[in-house]
């Protein structure tokens, strides 16, 4: 049958209270019904001997079906709460676990696809615990209860009955195989319609530039046809085994029992009253099952949605902290690269398939001093970066920081100490103020406004509607790249990190803001050790040192006048600069 161990795991032990609830309800339910169906048999044997029906009779029948309403309502809920708080803690797990996994997870996904996945993967999980795995408990066990039942009216009709049971357990396991392909399917679709959408949504001005949103729009609509026909396919599936499984418990046990009534009744074993309540029972004894099959395919799409999420889950991060890792002391902001070696893993589930980008990386700032990266696209000096800040580890050789491998230090440390301004300043949607602090939760108002001002960025917030509590859209589209860059600049202040790295920070930014802006990083950098990543070498001549990189390693370093001096690669990247300028 449907059940995934590890999805088990899952239910939280208040969930499984409330499982629990769902089941001793669902059972108070069946045996309502059996004393129903046994009032009904006994009165019909009174009409038969002419006895009037006792004067309790209609009072305790409206208390049943009172009682069964409150049972069946009190289940539901139950039932309910056990799915939301078990899918509760798998968010919570499954979003822990991606931050885990890091940007280097989050390059090789296609987000569209973990965003279906972690929103209606999850969802679809109610219904699995909600209401299939009650049925399944209640499924296994109230026929062998209404079983023992029957034996007290007749044995024989018990063991027949007993034995036409195992037929919708059995159909449904042969219909099993369709369902999962069926339904691992519609997933798959579902899950790359979601990405190709965001995809077109998050592309929209490309799309339009190059005038190809007509042709994303008909590759959405054939997406969305294969979704539907996919959709399709599990409800042919789904319809087809419920009039089997309909038809098999008719069958197997209504048209079993009514025989079996008929026959006992005409041997004189059974009275009337007691081959109709056989009969009604009959009904009681196929009815959870039946409604475990109409479940069924709400079970296999939760398996099927529960793999995708599991599959995230088993994924090891590429980067662990060590638990004994402690904070060094005294602490000199030095990195030092030796004969670091990487490759990017391009695809998750083939860890052989790797880009090298790092070859034998050496290099070595020392405290408060300027160098600047630089090099072709593709030289390695973002990698250089990401190993820096532990987003990935290097596959050979080692990264230093004050003299102490990376691996060695607090994972949270280590990041706390380096502030970076990259090339796309990323705003959440909140307010200006709730952004600046997420470099600094605790910073006080005055703490915002003093890195705002040393930004350049406090008079543009200030003559915001709403100033510092005026929000801010999804991507910061209603800031300029400017504005945006320097809000990135007060939270990397406010941050004050001993070293900081600053990425293409001048890029797309117009004169009148790259002198505020060029201003503002001279403040963030005054005193720290700085890592600038950039590609206009007018902005770096005045770097301590200036390392030229290529195939992922250091082919020449010095200042900007002994490598012009020197007449070598970066003297032919600043000619080839001024061509182009
Ligand atoms: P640019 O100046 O264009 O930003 P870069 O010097 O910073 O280039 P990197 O981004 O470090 O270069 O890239 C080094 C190599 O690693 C390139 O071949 C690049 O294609 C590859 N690479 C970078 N990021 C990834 C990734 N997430 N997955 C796979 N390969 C990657």
Redesign the pocket.
């Known amino acids: 049958m449907l059940i995934d161990k590890r999805l088990l795991d899952l239910i939280t032990t208040h969930a499984r209270r409330w499982i629990g609830v769902a089941v001793l309800l669902g059972w108070l339910i069946v045996i309502l019904n059996v004393v129903q169906i046994a009032l009904i048999g006994g009165a019909v044997d009174q009409v038969f001997q002419v006895i009037p029906p006792p004067k309790w009779l209609l009072p305790v029948f409206l208390g049943i079906i009172a009682l069964r309403a409150a049972a069946t309502w009190v289940a539901r809920l139950a039932s309910h709460k056990a799915a939301e708080q078990t899918k509760l803690s798998l968010r919570e797990r499954l979003y822990g676990h991606i931050l885990k996994l890091g940007p280097g997870y989050l390059?090789?996904e296609r987000t569209g696809a973990l965003v279906n996945t972690a929103v209606e993967g999850i969802e679809n999980l109610e219904v699995y615990f909600g209401l299939y795995l009650p049925q399944l408990v209640l499924g296994l066990t109230i026929p062998i209860l209404l079983v023992i039942f029957i034996t007290t009216l007749d044995w024989l009709s018990a063991l027949v009955l007993l034995f036409s049971q195992p037929l919708i357990p059995l159909s449904l396991g042969v219909i099993q195989r369709q369902f999962r392909a069926a339904s691992n399917r519609f997933w798959a679709s579902a899950n790359k319609l979601s990405a190709q959408f965001l995809d077109s949504l998050q592309g929209l001005t490309t799309l339009k530039m190059f005038t190809r949103s007509q042709a994303q729009g008909e590759a959405i609509q054939a997406q969305t046809e294969e979704l539907r026909q996919d959709t399709m396919r599990i409800l042919a599936v789904n319809q087809v085994s419920l009039f089997f499984i309909d038809w098999v418990s008719t069958l197997g046990t209504t048209v079993v029992a009514v025989g079996m009534a008929a026959w006992r009744l005409d041997s004189g074993v059974l009275s009337f009253g007691e081959a109709l309540t056989l009969v009604l029972l009959s009904v009681e004894l196929a009815r959870p099952l039946m409604l475990l099959g109409s479940f069924f395919h709400a079970g296999v799409s939760g398996i099927a949605a529960a793999q995708r999420i599991f599959s995230i889950l088993e994924i090891e991060p590429a980067v662990k902290g060590s638990p004994q890792a402690t904070e060094p002391e005294g602490f000199k902001p030095e990195i030092q690269f030796e004969a670091v070696d990487f490759a990017?893993v391009?695809e998750q589930e083939n860890p052989k398939k790797q880009?090298p980008?790092l070859h034998k990386l050496n290099m070595s700032i020392q405290p408060g001093e300027t160098v600047a990266l630089v090099?072709p696209?593709?030289?390695?000096?973002?990698?250089a970066i990401n190993l820096l800040y532990r987003f990935f580890d290097p596959q050979g050789g080692e990264i230093r920081l004050s003299s102490i491998p990376l691996k060695t230090l607090p994972l949270d440390w280590l990041r706390a100490q380096i502030a970076l301004v990259a090339q796309d300043t990323y705003l959440f949607f909140g307010t200006v103020a709730e952004n600046l602090r997420l470099a600094k939760p605790d910073a006080s108002q005055s703490e915002l406004e003093t890195a705002a001002r040393a930004a350049h960025i406090h008079e543009f917030i200030a003559a915001l509607p709403e100033g510092y509590q005026t929000q801010v859209g999804e991507r910061g589209l209603t800031l300029s790249g400017g504005q945006a860059q320097r809000i990135a600049i007060a939270r990397a202040l406010l941050k004050d990190a001993p070293i900081v790295v600053l990425d293409e920070a001048t890029s797309h930014v117009d004169a009148e803001n790259e002198a505020a802006i060029q201003e503002a990083i001279e403040r963030l950098t005054a005193d720290k050790t700085v890592i600038i990543?950039a590609?206009r070498l007018s902005t770096i001549r005045d770097a301590d040192r200036i390392l030229v990189?290529a195939d992922?390693q250091v082919i020449e370093t010095g200042t900007h006048a002994a490598l012009i001096a020197q007449n070598g690669p970066y003297a032919r990247l600043v000619s080839a600069q001024r061509v182009v300028t």
């Open positions: 390059g090789g990017y391009e880009r980008a090099g696209s593709g030289a390695g000096k973002s990698t990543i590609h990189m992922g």
